[in-house]
Each structure stands twice: as C-alpha cells, then as structure tokens.
C-alpha cells in the first residue's frame, strides 16, 4: 500500500513563516509597549500622589500649625499635669480661650493616666 504525502507548495511555506514572524514580533512588540506604558502610568500615578499628599500636609500645617504649637506649650505646664482636680479645672477659661482663637478646632481633651478626662468642646 503506497501512502501519498501531500506536498505544499514553496510559497505556502514562505507564507506560513512571514505570517508566523509578523504575528511573533507584533506580540513581543505589543507586550512591551504595554508593559513601558504601566511602568510609566505607576510612575506618573506615585509622583502625583506624593505631591497631593506633600500638598495636603503643607495645607493642614498651614491651617491647624497655630494651634497645634499652641496646645503643645499648654500640655507641657503645670496645671495639665496636675493631679490635683482643682487645679485642672482652672484651666477650663484657658482652654475657652483657646477655642475662641482657633475657630477651626471644635474641642480640647486630655486624658490622664488615672483614667481622668478634661474636655472641652464648643
């Protein structure tokens, strides 16, 4: 029994191998665009938040600095570290007018080791 082989003709092949060429190299060529493209977006997108975040801290400090160097020198005197009750509650004037300076902060606390807790709010 004779087995016939079909036989293709040279410029199927040539063909074949053009079509699989251009099909390998536009794959590699897309995957490697894609893959500069993230990098660069990823890149884009952390500089841009690290300047939003740069930005919104410089903002904050701008707006609530004041009373924050304000209630740290408070915090370190004498009467906020006070045991003493009476003591702390002279305070309470103090902190009034903190508030009445610093429209934008809505209230004062301090907690105490002992479980204690001054507040005031507006």
Same mark, same amino acid.
């Given at each position: ?10 410029? %199927? ?7 699989? %060429? ?7 060529q897309?995957?490697?665009? /894609?893959?500069?493209?993230? @990098?660069?977006i990823?890149e884009?997108?952390?500089k841009?938040f690290?300047?939003?975040?740069? @930005?919104?801290?410089l #903002?904050l ?18 009467? %906020? /570290?006070?045991?003493?009750? @009476? ?6 004037? #103090?902190l009034?007018?903190?508030?009445n @300076?610093?429209?934008? %902060? ?16 507006r």
């Amino acid at each position: 029994m004779n087995v016939k082989r079909a036989t293709l003709s040279i410029h %199927v092949y040539l063909t074949t191998v053009i079509i699989l %060429v251009v099909v390998l190299t536009s794959g590699i060529q897309i995957w490697l665009t /894609n893959k500069g493209l993230s @990098e660069l977006i990823l890149e884009a997108n952390a500089k841009l938040f690290n300047r939003i975040a740069i @930005e919104t801290q410089l #903002q904050l400090n701008k707006h609530y600095g004041t009373a924050f160097t304000a209630i740290g020198a408070f915090t370190k005197s004498y009467a %906020v /570290n006070s045991p003493d009750i @009476e003591v702390r509650e002279k305070l309470i004037p #103090q902190l009034a007018q903190l508030l009445n @300076e610093f429209p934008h %902060v809505t209230s004062y606390s301090f907690y105490y080791p002992s479980g204690d807790l001054l507040s005031i709010a507006r």
